[in-house]
């Protein structure tokens, strides 16, 4: 009898093993969580996220990323903006989304006054920042290459762009465009939610579990952070001249040139992070505000409606009334709060 009891204990206690290690399965093993960090367009991009086809989606998004170099990658040779810049005269057949991007960055250099001008690339080619060869072009040499992008005219057609002369870079714009081509596979495949890092350009996707925020630190242009955004569904993106520079003569360079002068921009500012929906325009917009300072820029920011955080060289932030940041370094110090 007390056999029979210690048997049907036994597989009592057996039964409820069984069911605890397939419960902590489904709870800790069957999550689709992916993550893999690339290397492509000069850029070090990091994709993570939940979805059951998020494999797929990084698959798809490396291909999306291929696909813009391919065609809007200035500095290789195989590009068609290449073919554009210093082959045809006929111009280029582009599609519908890049044309859309053409536009965009039209807008942006008439409603910020020239300070983003995409025609900017021969001074860039100048100073060497698409090359191995960097260094502090005369000012003569500025003059020439200034008169070059004050006459560029570009041509916007359906699906066709042409140049009267002179030289195009999107590089101020491309990775914002990238993470709007993102947003849309990682819709595609019905992913839960997903961080892509391009280059310190975040895309945040989706609801991660229990509606937790995304929290995207700003950096602070060495290992660290100023402190950090809470954002939901949208696009984080950063301009500073911590991120690509040189020196010459004790003397720093970077990569991000004021159009009126051909020099690297000196607004006062050490970065601008603009966050809306909209990549492409939250990258040209960033690059825009650097150039054009903190007045300026924060105008231009209320003209497009959306939010943006400036740090200046005194580590001070301004911020607009929609983005929530949380400052965490020390030394730095929120002025206006919107
Ligand atoms: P970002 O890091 O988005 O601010 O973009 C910087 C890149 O944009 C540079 O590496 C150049 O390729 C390009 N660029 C630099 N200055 C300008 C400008 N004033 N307008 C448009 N593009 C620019
Ligand atoms: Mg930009």
């Not at 069957?30 to 893999?36: A, K």
């Not at 044309?99 to 942006?108: I, M, S, V």
């Amino acid at each position: 009898m007390k056999s029979k009891i210690n048997v049907k204990k036994t597989l009592l206690v057996f039964l409820a093993l069984f069911i605890i290690i397939i419960a902590l399965d489904v709870i800790f093993f069957s999550s689709d969580y992916f993550e893999g960090n690339y290397f492509k367009m000069d850029t070090h991009i990091s994709v993570r996220g939940d979805g059951k086809n998020m494999d797929f989606a990084t698959r798809d998004i490396l291909r999306a990323i291929d696909d813009v170099d391919s065609n809007m990658n200035a500095n290789s040779v195989h590009s068609k903006l290449y073919k554009l810049n210093n082959i045809t005269n006929n111009g280029i057949e582009i599609d519908k989304k890049f044309e859309e991007l053409l536009r965009l960055a039209d807008d942006l250099k008439t409603k910020s006054g020239g300070a983003f001008n995409i025609a900017i690339k021969p001074v860039i080619d100048l100073w060497g920042f698409n090359g191995d060869f960097k260094k502090v072009p005369t000012n003569d040499e500025i003059k020439t290459a200034l008169e070059t992008v004050n006459n560029t005219k570009i041509n916007i057609e359906s699906e066709k762009i042409s140049l009267n002369h002179g030289k195009i870079d999107l590089g101020g714009i491309a990775k914002g465009y990238v993470s709007d081509l993102s947003r849309e596979i990682l819709k595609k495949y019905n992913i839960n939610y997903a961080i892509i890092d391009f280059g310190g350009n975040i895309l945040t996707y989706g609801k991660k579990s229990g509606n937790s925020p995304f929290k995207i630190a700003i950096s602070d242009g060495n290992k660290g952070s100023v402190g950090y955004l809470t954002v939901g569904e949208t696009c984080v993106i950063t301009s500073g001249g911590y991120e690509r520079y040189f020196e010459e003569n004790g003397q720093k360079y970077h990569h991000i040139i004021d159009p009126s002068t051909g020099y690297p921009a000196s607004s006062g500012l050490f970065s601008v992070t603009i966050i809306s929906s909209n990549g492409a325009l939250a990258d040209g917009l960033s690059t825009a505000c650097f150039v054009l300072g903190l007045n300026k820029g924060m105008e231009l920011v209320n003209e497009y409606g959306v939010d943006a955080v400036f740090i200046d060289n005194n580590k001070k932030i301004y911020i607009t009334k929609g983005a929530k940041f949380t400052v965490t370094a020390p030394d730095y110090e929120i002025i206006n709060n919107g």
